[in-house]
C-alpha cells in the first residue's frame, strides 16, 4: 500500500514537472495544446495546471485565438515573470560580469563591475552590494531565488578543484552565499556553461545532439555536450584540452600547455615581449592588428594556425555535429574565423569538415547558461529539456 502511494506521488510529481516545462518551452501556450503534446487527459492537465499556478510559477496571459473548428477561445498560459529572479556571476580577468534574469531566462539587468588585480576576499563584498542593489530595484513576489557562477576553472560536485587565475583563499562560495541569502548557489566551469547557452538560448541549434564550445580566454578549455547533456567527466575535468602537454617538447624542457602557446593571455604575451615588455590588453591587441602592426599580425596569424589545429584534435576525440569559438579576441577580429576555417580545411580532408561558428555576445554566454542551470535548479526540472531561446532576444 505505501509503495502504491509513493508511485502514485512519484507519477503526480513527475506529470507537473512536464506540464511545467511544456509552459516553459511552448510559451505562450494552452491547456488544450499541453494536454495533446503531453498525451494526458485535459481535466488532469487543468489540476496539474492549477497547482502550478496555486505556487505562482505561472500565469495566464488573456484569451488566444479560436480554433479552425470554432468553439471557446484557449486561455494563453506562461511562465510568471513576476515570481522572482536569479543572480549569476562570471569572474573576469578585469571584471566581474553580473547578470540578472526573471524565471524565464529573461535579461532584466547587465553590468560589470571592476576588480583588477583585488583577491576573493575584496571580490565577495562587490557581489554583495550587486545583490542588494537587485533586491533593492525589484518589484518580484519572491525576490532572488537562486545564484550561479562561472569559474575559470575546474568544478566537482559544485565545488571548485582548480582554480588557477583566482585564489579562493578557502572561501566557500556554496557555503558563504547560500547561508547568507538562503537561497541555492551553483558553481560551473565558465566553457561548460558556454556550451550550455548554445544548447539553450540559441534557437537554431535546439537540434544538436552532440556540440563542443572551445573557451578561448585566459585559458583554454572545452564545454561538452553529448546527447543533448553537459558531460563533465567523472571529476569535472573533462574538456580541459589547455592543460593537455605539447607534443615533441625536448625531453630535457619543461613540458608546456596548449593554452601556453594560444591562450588569450599567450598572445598578448607574447606580442607584449617582442614589443620590448610593454604592457597590453586585448583591446590594444586589436588595435595593434587593425593597425597593420607586423608582431600583432605574426602571433595572431600563430594563434589562427594553432586553434585551427586544437579544433583538428577536439573533432578528432569528439565527432561533433558542430564546434562552437567562444572568443573575445575572435569576436573583435570577425576576419579570423574564415581564416580559422581555411587553415582547419588544409588540415582534413574535405568530407569530414566540422561546421564552426563564433558565440555571439560572448560575455554573456556564461552569464546565460549559469541562468539556465540555476532555473532548471529552482524549477526542480534538471532533467528536462528547456527551450530558453524562445524567449530571448539580444
Known amino acids: 500500500m505505501a509503495g502504491t502511494i509513493r ?10 514537472q512536464s506540464v511545467l516545462a511544456q509552459v516553459f518551452n511552448h510559451q505562450p501556450t494552452s491547456r488544450i495544446e499541453i494536454s495533446r503534446n503531453l498525451a494526458l487527459n485535459k481535466s488532469t492537465v487543468s489540476s496539474l495546471y492549477n497547482a502550478l499556478k496555486e505556487e505562482g510559477y505561472v500565469e495566464e496571459l488573456g484569451e488566444g485565438a479560436a480554433s479552425t473548428a470554432g468553439g471557446r477561445k484557449p486561455v494563453l498560459l506562461a511562465i510568471n515573470r513576476r515570481y522572482g529572479y536569479t543572480m549569476n556571476f562570471d569572474f573576469g580577468y578585469r571584471h566581474i560580469h553580473v547578470m540578472k534574469n526573471n524565471l524565464s531566462g529573461d535579461i532584466m539587468s547587465y553590468t560589470q563591475v571592476d576588480a583588477k588585480d583585488i583577491g576573493i576576499k575584496d571580490i565577495l563584498p562587490l557581489i554583495e552590494t550587486q545583490i542588494e542593489k537587485a533586491e533593492n530595484e525589484d518589484q518580484t513576489k519572491h525576490n532572488l531565488l537562486g545564484i550561479s557562477f562561472a569559474i575559470h576553472g575546474t568544478i566537482d560536485d559544485n565545488a571548485i578543484t582548480y ?16 547561508d547568507k541569502y538562503d537561497v541555492p548557489v551553483l558553481l560551473e566551469n565558465e566553457a561548460n556553461l558556454a556550451a550550455v547557452f548554445e544548447r ?19 585559458g583554454i578549455g572545452a564545454g561538452l555536450i553529448i546527447n543533448k547533456k553537459l558531460y563533465r567527466g567523472a571529476h569535472g575535468e573533462a574538456g580541459e584540452i589547455g592543460r593537455s602537454l605539447r607534443v615533441g617538447n625536448n625531453i630535457n624542457e619543461a613540458p ?18 617582442a614589443r620590448e615588455g610593454a604592457p597590453l590588453d586585448r583591446y590594444e591587441v586589436v588595435k595593434l592588428y587593425n593597425e597593420n602592426d607586423a608582431i600583432a599580425k605574426r602571433v595572431i596569424g600563430s594563434f589562427v594556425e594553432n586553434t585551427a589545429r586544437i579544433i583538428v584534435n577536439v573533432s578528432n576525440d569528439y565527432d561533433p555535429d558542430e564546434i562552437f569559438l567562444n572568443s573575445p579576441l575572435i569576436e573583435s577580429l570577425p576576419e579570423l574565423l574564415p581564416e580559422i576555417r581555411n587553415a582547419y580545411s588544409k588540415i ?17 554566454a556564461t552569464l546565460l547558461g549559469g ?24
Open 200 to 218: 539553450d538560448f540559441n534557437d537554431e541549434n535546439q537540434r544538436l545532439s552532440n556540440a563542443v564550445t572551445i573557451s578561448i580566454h585566459r
Open 348 to 364: 582534413v580532408p574535405s568530407n569530414t569538415v566540422i561546421p564552426m561558428t563564433v558565440t555571439r555576445n560572448s560575455h554573456y
Open 256 to 273: 608546456r600547455k596548449v593554452e601556453d602557446y594560444c591562450s588569450e593571455d599567450a598572445i598578448i604575451n607574447q606580442i607584449s615581449e
Open 7 to 16: 508511485n502514485r506521488m512519484q507519477l503526480h510529481q513527475q506529470n507537473i
Open 163 to 178: 582554480s588557477p587565475f583566482l585564489d579562493m583563499e578557502g572561501i566557500d562560495l556554496v557555503q558563504y552565499f547560500g
Open 371 to 394: 541562468c539556465a542551470l540555476i532555473t532548471r535548479r529552482v524549477l526542480n526540472l534538471e532533467d528536462f529539456e528547456l527551450n530558453f531561446a524562445a524567449q530571448q532576444e539580444f
